[in-house]
C-alpha cells in the first residue's frame, strides 16, 4: 500500500479497510460472473433475505437494506420471472406483497452461500478468534459512530 507523507494512523487503516472490501467485493463479483446463475449481486442479497425472512414485504427489503421501494421492485420482478421467488398479496393487506422463496430460490442461495463462506474463511485465515473478536468490536463501534454521525447530519 502507498503511504503518503504524515499519513495518520486511523487514514491508513480506513484506505486498508476500503482495499480489503473491494478486493472482497471483487472476489464476489468474479464468482457471480462466472457462476451459470444469471443473477445480479444485490438480487441475490435480496433473493438471500427472502430465504430467511420468509414472507417478508418490499417495504421491509427497502427498509433493511436502505434502498429505494422501486428498486426492490425492480429486482423482485426479475427474481419473480427466473422462479426464484413467489410474490403474493398478504391476505391481511392486499395492498402488501408478501415473498417467499422457491426450491429453485434457495438452491441458488446455498450455493452462494457455501462459495461465500469459503472466501470469508480464506480471507480470515490465520486470525485467531481472539482477534476477530476484538475486529469485531471494532466494527460495531465504527457503525454506531457512523450511524450517530448521520443522524446529527
Known sequence: ?????????????????????????????????????????????????????????????AEHFGISPAAVTGSVKALEKAGYVRRESDPRDTRVNVLTSTEKGRKVVDRFRSYFDMIDESILKGID???????????????RNITEQLERG
Open 129 to 143: 478468534g481472539e482477534k476477530l473478536e476484538v475486529f469485531n468490536e471494532c466494527l460495531a463501534i465504527m457503525e
Open 1 to 61: 500500500m502507498k503511504k503518503t507523507v504524515g499519513e495518520s494512523a486511523s487514514s491508513k487503516t480506513m484506505h486498508r479497510f476500503f482495499a480489503v472490501a473491494r478486493l472482497h467485493h471483487t472476489c464476489i463479483e468474479e464468482y457471480v460472473k462466472n457462476s451459470e446463475i444469471d443473477i445480479h449481486r444485490s438480487q441475490n442479497m435480496i433473493l438471500g433475505h427472502i430465504c430467511m425472512n420468509e414472507g417478508t414485504s418490499q417495504k421491509e427489503i
